[in-house]
Every structure is written in structure tokens, then in C-alpha cells.
């Protein structure tokens, strides 16, 4: 089992950034890939960024080159820096890790966190 917790959400300003964290604890040493999605009401959750636990990154379109993903395997935490902020990035984002020992991994999910971009 792994709990996920996310903090850093917020108001801000169009422009402007934040950066969310997620830590991870109970059986951290068998997360292999972390990652942030976001939903809005009424949508289906899309994925924002993902890291694998070689470091490999994957972005949304949408977000390359104003989102960075990274995670710190020693605090068992993965960070989302946002930059340069849209109206659009306005959701809740969740944290999500895929974990286990043996395939098929299974999928844990934070509860997310509120971002809201004011214009």
C-alpha cells in the first residue's frame, strides 16, 4: 500500500507560478512511475507530467516548457513546478503512482489539490 498526500495548491495570479508536492509513504521502495493529471469539473482527468524511476519525463503538450516534473527518491516525493500560468490551468491536480514488486502495478491516487489561476 502507498498513501499519497499532495500540498501547494492555491490562487495565483495569470503569469505566475506554484509548485505542488506529493509524498508518498508506506511501501515506497516499490513506486515506479510517479505523476501529476488534473480535471475540471465535468471532464475527464488528462495527464499533466509523468517521471519514471530512472528519471525519464513526459509532458501534456500543453504544458512542455512551462511545467517541470522531478521527484526525490529519498524523500519519496514528486514536485510540479508551474510556471507562466494560464486561466486554462485552473483544476484540481492529483498526484498518482504506479507501485508494486510484480506486474501488473497497481495505480494509487492523492486527493488532490486546487489551483486556481485568476486572470
Known amino acids: 500500500q502507498v498513501q499519497l498526500v499532495e500540498s501547494g495548491g492555491g490562487l495565483v495570479q495569470a503569469g505566475g507560478s506554484l509548485r505542488l508536492s506529493c509524498a508518498a509513504s508506506?511501501?515506497?521502495?516499490?513506486?515506479?512511475?510517479m505523476a501529476w493529471y488534473r480535471q475540471v469539473p465535468g471532464k475527464q482527468r488528462e495527464l499533466v507530467a509523468q517521471i519514471s524511476s530512472g528519471g525519464t519525463t513526459t509532458y501534456a503538450d500543453s504544458m512542455k516548457g512551462r511545467f517541470t516534473i522531478s521527484r526525490d527518491n529519498t524523500k519519496a516525493t514528486v514536485y510540479l513546478q508551474m510556471n507562466s500560468l494560464k486561466s486554462e490551468d485552473t483544476a484540481v491536480y492529483y498526484c498518482a503512482v504506479s507501485a508494486g514488486n510484480v506486474m501488473p502495478y497497481r495505480d494509487y491516487w492523492g486527493q488532490g489539490t486546487q489551483v486556481t489561476v485568476s486572470s
Open positions: 508506506g511501501n515506497i521502495f516499490s513506486i515506479r512511475t
